[in-house]
């Protein structure tokens, strides 16, 4: 999920444009999300691309496991070896010191922003600290609520020793694990949803198993994609038996979710439906875009999705404070009808999005240049 990652010549081209369409599906959410004029058109658009923004989260913790995964097994499979052996200490310093550099960079280019163009003013109180350490949730979201997805990332890294070692190394435990983790997280959150429907309780225990900054939300989606890490690496493609499966599960909560719809139930995605639908999903993208390369004058929106996917990790860091800050003053200067202003102001936040980003990876760039320098003196010096 970093650029460092992407230089790779054996990169898969699929994965880039998998994630690549899970972050355009999230900037377009957030975008209608933050949208400060509330016509019913804007509510009918944050309504359906919320459905799209979470299942793209689904696929950024799918990839994530499957990237993991496959960098092991395949490491594993060129050194002559029939099983891993990592040494995971330095498996996760190296992830560590990555992830932090670039993380704090967009703590500080998100405090310049609000500061810059809005009214923003540094508290160290709790709630500050908790999202610079890293750890930010459903209480730190005012700040940047992207942070939350770094605090994820960061707990699934820790985890992926202990599962490898808990299931010793073996893919369909690890699959296992993920959904049996996964449905529990699933009933704990239903209960608390209950409590609250029943006895008027806080939300606060129903929100953190639901989506919040706890791995155990998205525990079986990394998993997952743990499993078809390994698959892969030892195929080069996905077994037909995988998606059959996967097809069967997406039909089975195809037909619950119409169900519901026709009974007029309000129904909450992250309660089980996608752990139903996230499988084929990313199948069903990985195929759509292996058909598309077949159109050679669809070549430009592979590379639009291939270039997303590289950089979707910044993206997802930054993109929500600019909406914060630009979204509210832009619908003010404007003076046109409700629709054309939509667009106009989406175009324009994609074009100083864009800007941002570019920015943002070139300090990027330039940091891990100098973190790598100074780790690789400190391994020169001992």
């Excluded at 435990?173 to 996964?182: E, P, R, S, Y």
Aim: charged share 15%.
């Amino acid at each position: 999920m970093k650029t460092s990652d992407v230089k790779s010549n054996n990169r898969f081209h699929w994965i880039d444009r998998t994630k690549g369409l899970a972050i355009l599906g999230i900037v377009l959410f957030h975008f209608f999300q933050n949208y400060p004029e509330r016509e019913t058109f804007i509510n009918i658009l944050d309504r359906n691309f919320a459905r799209i923004g979470y299942a793209a989260v689904d696929i950024f913790f799918l990839m994530a496991g499957f990237n993991t995964s496959y960098a092991l097994v395949n490491r594993s499979l060129k050194a002559g070896k029939n099983k891993i052996e990592t040494n995971w200490k330095s498996w996760l310093q190296k992830r560590l010191i990555r992830l932090y550099p670039s993380y704090w960079l967009a703590v500080v280019s998100t405090c310049l922003l609000y500061s810059i163009f809005g009214d923003f003013k540094i508290t160290w109180n709790w709630n500050f600290i908790i999202s610079v350490l890293g750890l930010a949730g459903v209480h730190n979201q005012s700040f940047n609520p992207g942070f939350w997805f770094f605090s994820v990332i960061l707990q699934a890294y820790l985890l992926t020793p202990i599962i490898f070692n808990i299931c010793k190394n073996k893919p369909l435990k690890i699959l296992q694990t993920g959904i049996l983790l996964g449905v529990l997280n699933k009933v704990i959150a239903a209960y608390f949803l209950l409590e609250i429907l029943l006895f008027d309780h806080n939300s606060y225990n129903y929100l953190f198993f639901l989506q919040n900054n706890f791995i155990g939300s998205y525990i079986f989606p990394f998993c997952m994609g743990l499993y078809w890490g390994f698959i892969y690496a030892e195929n080069k493609e996905l077994r037909k038996i995988d998606i059959r499966i996967s097809i069967i599960t997406f039909i089975i909560g195809l037909l619950m979710y119409g169900l519901l719809i026709v009974m007029k139930v309000d129904i909450i995605y992250m309660l089980g439906f996608d752990i139903l639908f996230t499988p084929m999903f990313f199948i069903g993208i990985k195929s759509l875009f292996s058909t598309v390369e077949k159109f050679n004058f669809l070549g430009w929106l592979l590379s639009f999705m291939s270039i997303l996917g590289i950089y979707s990790y910044q993206v997802y860091l930054v993109h929500q404070p600019m909406y914060f800050v630009i979204l509210r003053p832009l619908s003010k200067m404007l003076n046109m009808d409700h629709y054309s202003k939509t667009v106009v102001i989406l175009v324009i936040s994609m074009i100083l999005l864009a800007i941002y980003v570019f920015t943002f990876t070139k300090l990027e760039n330039l940091i891990n240049k100098i973190v790598d320098n100074f780790s690789m003196k400190k391994t020169s010096e001992s």
